[in-house]
Each structure stands twice: as structure tokens, then as C-alpha cells.
């Protein structure tokens, strides 16, 4: 079986709660910190699956690694791997699926509640 590759967009050193659920139902992964260690870009057929985490920066900051992680995504998509975007990440899945990322009227930091729209068509890819 194959892992999943968590793509981390800020050094921590401890196990994120992501992480910490993972362990605990023995699931496989791997981290990876595409910003500093481009060259452990995960092959995207030896991987379950992607998970795209936060970040301090924004996908709207000039870095060259934010083109590449968007890229990544796109090649997954296509290829029907699963992806998870959380917080930075769900900005990076956004663009790289054609949405645009804008400034929040409030700051959107922590838990919080969210609900599906039922009446919402996803767009086809």
C-alpha cells in the first residue's frame, strides 16, 4: 500500500492532529517541505493520495515553490489521485481548479462549523 504524502507549507516539528489521527488508525504517510526540499516532490504514482496543508504566505505571494505545489495538484486531478486541501492548501487546489483567491472580510483561523449547498453545481473537469 501506499502512502499519503502530506505536503507541509511551514516547518513544525511536532505532528500536526492530521498527522495524530493518521498514526492512530495506522495509516501510512510521509511529510514533505516542497519549500525547502523540491527535489522530494512525490511521485504521484507511488502515493494514496495528497494533502495539501497551511501556510503563513498567501497562493497571491511571488515564490516559485506556490507554482509548483499548484502544478501538483493539476497533475493529480488529472490523474485521479485524491486531494485534500486544508487552509493555504484549499487557496492552492482554488487556483490551480481555476477559482481565484481574495482577501476575507473577517480572518478565518481555527475550527469552524461549514455546510454543503445542495443546489451548488460543481464545475467538470
Given at each position: 500500500?501506499?502512502?499519503?504524502?502530506?505536503i507541509?507549507?511551514?516547518?513544525?516539528?511536532?505532528?500536526?492532529y492530521?498527522?495524530?489521527?493518521?498514526?492512530?488508525?495506522?495509516?501510512?504517510?510521509?511529510?514533505?517541505?516542497?519549500?525547502?526540499?523540491?527535489?522530494?516532490?512525490?511521485?504521484?504514482?507511488?502515493?494514496?493520495?495528497?494533502?495539501?496543508?497551511?501556510?503563513?504566505?498567501?497562493?497571491?505571494?511571488?515564490?516559485?515553490w506556490?507554482?509548483?505545489?499548484?502544478k501538483l495538484?493539476?497533475?493529480?486531478?488529472e490523474?485521479?489521485?485524491?486531494?485534500?486541501?486544508?487552509?493555504?492548501?484549499?487557496?492552492?487546489?482554488?487556483?490551480?481548479?481555476g477559482g481565484?483567491?481574495?482577501?476575507?472580510?473577517?480572518?478565518?483561523?481555527?475550527?469552524?462549523?461549514?455546510?454543503?449547498?445542495?443546489?451548488?453545481?460543481?464545475?467538470?473537469?
Amino acid at each position: 500500500m501506499f502512502p499519503i504524502h502530506i505536503i507541509c507549507n511551514t516547518r513544525c516539528d511536532d505532528l500536526s492532529y492530521l498527522c495524530k489521527f493518521l498514526q492512530q488508525r495506522n495509516v501510512l504517510f510521509e511529510k514533505t517541505f516542497l519549500i525547502d526540499e523540491p527535489e522530494n516532490r512525490p511521485d504521484l504514482d507511488k502515493v494514496a493520495g495528497l494533502v495539501f496543508m497551511g501556510s503563513p504566505y498567501s497562493v497571491n505571494d511571488e515564490h516559485p515553490w506556490i507554482a509548483e505545489e499548484i502544478k501538483l495538484i493539476q497533475q493529480a486531478v488529472e490523474k485521479n489521485s485524491p486531494v485534500m486541501a486544508i487552509c493555504f492548501g484549499a487557496q492552492l487546489a482554488s487556483l490551480a481548479l481555476g477559482g481565484k483567491v481574495t482577501n476575507a472580510p473577517d480572518m478565518e483561523i481555527g475550527w469552524h462549523q461549514i455546510s454543503l449547498n445542495p443546489d451548488l453545481k460543481l464545475a467538470e473537469h
